[in-house]
């Protein structure tokens, strides 16, 4: 099909945006991989929902009138054959009976294909019957009635069943009850029989999916919020339901997220961690619990069916996933649904992908393998979209990354040796030699991080895990911290693991589930209190050590620290994803061995040793992770606001996948406004003409630091309302806001602007930009001497990306320096070494080096792109060092900036510029 001329569009498109359209639905036409660039504020996001849908309606019209075509053929001529078949050498007979089976099987397909839009159309009409008749917009009094009575009800069950059993602890803990009293309610964490390691063993046939036929598009990003503003793109689009003027074409919709975003049941909703709220859920739906007889005699037990959660029945479910297919919602507008007529939103999205041709899920969830296979998603033929894809690479390489720490080994296998120990006289003989087996591997990790022989007597005691303060905080730790870097196979020979069959261990792991049983074991004991005697390791040792250490580790965090996460109550399934990747192919990563080093002949603290020592698996080689994607997908659509340097995306994923240029599309678009809207300068010295410099040797150079304040002062007379500094890492910007303080640079600037500092903690982000464009309302109106705020800020922070400093809030972006990543880190060296053995050479650079300088210029791509956000906005970029000026910038910039950029040699000529374009800005607006 050729692109149409024209789109529905809400409203008149911009060129650029027919443009982006036009290409975009040929490119997936033509079945390419496209990297679409398109400005933030371009309205790049209805354009990828009008191009693609637009296909989609096209292509489903397509299909329609093929199968009509071929039905009627079919039924007026039965002996023509459906395709040629080329059989000259062969006998008339075989000829003739190769074009029937044929023809037979096409007539099947065609059928099986007709059968199954049937399906659908029939599903969707009883669906919209009901939407239309608002069987669903308004539970009835006496249905909400009930759900606050079971809600209740529930809720009274509940605190009878806590009293129950505090008062038969009480009775254990009074009479000394052994091991024997509770092993009747074990059934659900004791394992199951396992019998065999024959890979084809219980393996499930899915089968052809009766709604396969339905064309499927997936639009992935990168956070909740850039989703849930997709969804309302879409809502406001030709395509949803409300707005389409074609009754013959709507688009279902289904957005996927986590159960932290769609559980509406409070006892799940208010666990402290996603681990524990997935496994919470899946024990809620074992729908089985057990109760003792009042017959202490009696050894039956009684089993009593329930529901134990009251969201999840199959009726409301139903519901709920009709309801999300026959009106475009977002994930709030789905849990407000799911909590009116109680029905689970994340099973009820699941149930509803069959169905659904756009598809809303996070990255995570498409990029990796098992998230995807347990989510219900299917690539075959469907077309992906991928948004926010500049740091596309990276992305696959950290979700596919995994670290353990000593800590958490030594806490797996504690558990798993009190549940072997537990319930070693329950075990069959293949399930004790699979657990010896992991509890080997346990410990040939915490060898290879330093935990000594000499230590496994302390194995159980939990007390020591993160050390006391002094030892936290390094004053009183003996020895070096250092990370190794190794091969997969040198870290398995280390280890002594390499005799281990992995695959048979994970195969194990996975069909015994053994992880969650684990889990189960240490919540039910946790809770309970029981006493059991088990000698010099008891479980109350381990169970009573197991609370301090989750407050013990919670205590010691780091405050500023952004990924402050309460402790596992059971590792043990992270370490199983942590072994996977020991499976990988050698070449595609390596291993990160952090450990304490002995210094002076001293004997390390174990202590120190928990605290520190780690291992991390590192993936160098993203492509193998992003290959089933290439491969499956009808047509892969990257975009980004800024894309450049693409050659990182090509050299790294596609290259190594042997996609060919051929099938490679690029497009990239200017921006909507005018020449005269953005400023872009390369500044390349101060006030006092002190060259701009800043590289890490001269980080510590007061008179560049004092000369960029004087610039900053001076730009604060003349740039209204807000300004925005980014620097290249946090310490810099402590060192800097340290020394201006010193020097009073920040008390002159304070003169006219209010100054903000960008805080590593989230929960503080909005907090600060709350009071930085309050700032800049208020002095808006021009009768204050303060003329806007200051933001301090850092490159790859939380304000570099996804934050829009638009109109005044942005009116001047400052970039200090260049932000390379830090040379000298291990783990940086060991991908550029990777990369210059691995990749071809970029012109005149090792592939390496080239990946290198993309990290930083899509830093600086990033940041800078903060400004202009919208048609009529306008804003000043400066870039502050020379080094900008020798470089090849204009090739690495997007070209709706390079193709404005000017190179100012004093600081004089940019002064004068900036002051003539706000100048001119507030002439015009007047």
Not at 35 to 43: M, N
Not at 363 to 391: C, F, M, P
Request: charged letters at 25%.
């Amino acid at each position: 099909m050729e692109a149409p001329k024209n789109f529905p569009f809400p409203f008149v498109p911009y060129g650029i945006q027919t443009d982006f359209m036009r290409n975009l639905y040929e490119a997936i036409e033509d079945e390419k991989i496209g990297i679409f660039e398109s400005p933030t504020g371009t309205g790049k996001s209805m354009s990828i929902i009008c191009g693609a849908l637009k296909w989609l309606q096209d292509n489903d019209k397509r299909i329609r009138g093929i199968l009509e075509e071929g039905t009627a053929v079919t039924e007026t001529n039965d002996d023509v054959p459906t395709k040629a078949t080329d059989v000259s050498e062969e006998p008339d007979w075989i000829t003739e009976f190769v074009q029937k089976q044929e023809q037979k099987n096409e007539e099947k397909e065609m059928r099986d294909v007709a059968k199954k839009l049937q399906s659908r159309d029939k599903k969707m009409k009883r669906i919209l019957d009901g939407i239309q008749r608002d069987s669903f917009d308004e539970p009835s009094k006496k249905k909400m009635k009930y759900v606050k009575g079971m809600l209740k009800q529930d809720e009274t069950l509940q605190l009878m069943e806590e009293a129950k059993r505090e008062l038969e602890n009480r009775d254990k803990n009074q009479t000394g009850a052994g091991d024997n009293d509770s092993v009747g309610n074990d059934t659900e964490i004791v394992l199951d029989e396992y019998y065999s390691d024959d890979e084809n063993e219980k393996k499930i046939d899915d089968g052809e999916d009766e709604d396969s036929c339905v064309q499927k598009i997936y639009y992935c990003s990168r956070t909740h919020s850039q989703l849930t503003q997709f969804i309302r793109e879409v809502q406001k689009s030709p395509y949803s339901q409300t707005s389409n003027d074609d009754s013959n074409f709507f688009v279902t919709v289904v957005p996927l997220a986590s159960r932290q975003s769609l559980c509406i049941n409070e006892s799940v909703r208010r666990l402290s961690s996603v681990q524990q709220m997935n496994e919470r859920c899946l024990d809620m739906q074992k729908n089985v619990t057990k109760e003792k007889d009042e017959d202490k005699e009696n050894e039956n037990k009684k089993k009593k069916s329930k529901s134990t959660c009251p969201f999840k029945t199959t009726s409301n479910v139903n519901d709920l996933s009709d309801k999300i297919l026959g009106k475009v919602q977002d994930i709030e507008e789905i849990v407000k649904s799911g909590k009116e007529i109680t029905a689970c939103p994340y099973y009820a999205t699941r149930q509803a992908i069959p169905l659904a041709q756009l598809i809303v899920v996070p990255y995570q969830t498409l990029l990796h393998e098992s998230t995807r296979k347990a989510s219900g998603i299917k690539l075959k033929d469907s077309v992906i979209i991928v948004d926010e894809a500049h740091n596309l690479v990276d992305t696959i390489s950290n979700i596919h990354s995994i670290e353990v720490t000593c800590a958490q080994v030594l806490r797996a296998h504690s558990q798993l040796t009190q549940y072997s120990q537990k319930f070693s006289k329950r075990l069959k003989a293949k399930n004790l030699m699979y657990v010896k087996q992991i509890l080997f591997i346990l410990r040939k990790l915490m060898s290879v991080m330093g935990i000594s022989q000499s230590a496994t007597g302390i194995l159980d005691d939990h007390k020591s895990i993160r050390g006391n303060e002094n030892t936290s905080s390094g004053i009183q730790r003996k020895g070096q911290i250092q990370t190794t870097l190794m091969t997969i196979h040198n870290f398995l020979f280390k280890a002594s693991l390499d005799n281990i069959n992995l695959y048979n261990v994970l195969r194990y792991c996975e069909r015994s589930m053994i992880s969650r049983k684990l889990n189960g074991f240490v919540e039910k004991y946790e809770n309970s209190g029981s006493v059991l005697k088990q000698g010099s390791s008891s479980l109350t040792k381990f169970l009573s050590n197991a609370k301090k250490v989750q407050g013990t580790e919670q205590n010691t965090t780091d405050i500023n620290s952004d990924s402050m996460q309460p402790a596992m109550r059971s590792p043990l399934m992270h370490i199983e994803n942590f072994l996977s990747s020991l499976t990988s192919m050698n070449a595609d990563g390596r291993i990160a061995l952090t450990t304490l080093k002995h210094q002076n002949g001293q004997t390390l603290n174990q202590s120190d040793v928990k605290e520190i020592a780690s291992i991390k698996f590192l993936l160098l080689n993203p492509a193998a992770h992003f290959k089933d994607v290439v491969n499956e997908c009808r047509s892969l659509i990257v975009a980004g606001g800024t894309m450049q340097p693409s050659s990182s995306f090509v050299n790294q994923l596609l290259a190594p996948l042997g996609v060919p240029s051929t099938k490679i599309f690029e497009f990239s678009c200017g921006h909507v406004i005018d020449k005269d809207q953005l400023l872009p300068l390369v500044v390349c010295s101060g006030t006092s003409g002190t060259q701009f410099e800043f590289t890490f040797e001269k980080r510590m150079n007061f008179k560049l630091i004092d000369e960029l304040g004087r610039t900053l002062c001076n730009l604060c007379n003349v740039v209204p309302g807000g300004i925005v500094c980014f620097f290249p890492s946090y310490d810099y910007e402590k060192i800097v806001h340290t020394r201006w303080n010193e020097t009073e640079i920040l008390k002159r600037i304070s003169l006219k602007k209010k100054i903000f500092r960008e805080p590593k903690k989230t929960s503080q982000v909005d907090q600060i930009l709350n009071e930085y464009s309050t700032c800049i309302m208020r002095t808006k109106s021009g009768n204050d001497k303060i003329t806007g705020s200051l933001l301090l800020s850092v490159v790859g922070g939380k304000m570099s990306e996804g934050i829009n400093f638009s109109d005044d809030l942005g009116r001047c972006v400052v970039m200090v320096g260049l932000p390379y990543p830090n040379l000298y880190s291990a783990e940086l060296k060991e991908k550029m070494a990777y990369l210059d053995a691995n990749m071809p050479r970029v012109g005149t650079k090792s592939a390496g080096q080239s990946y290198y300088e993309n990290l930083c210029m899509k830093a600086v791509n990033q940041s800078i792109g903060r400004a202009i956000r919208h048609r009529n906005d306008h804003a000043c970029i400066v870039l502050a060092d020379h080094r900008y000026a020798k470089m090849n910038i204009k090739s690495e910039l997007p070209s709706w900036i390079s193709d404005k950029l000017q190179v100012a040699d004093r600081f004089g000529i940019a002064f004068g510029a900036v002051r003539k374009f706000f100048m001119d800005k507030k002439t015009a607006s007047r």
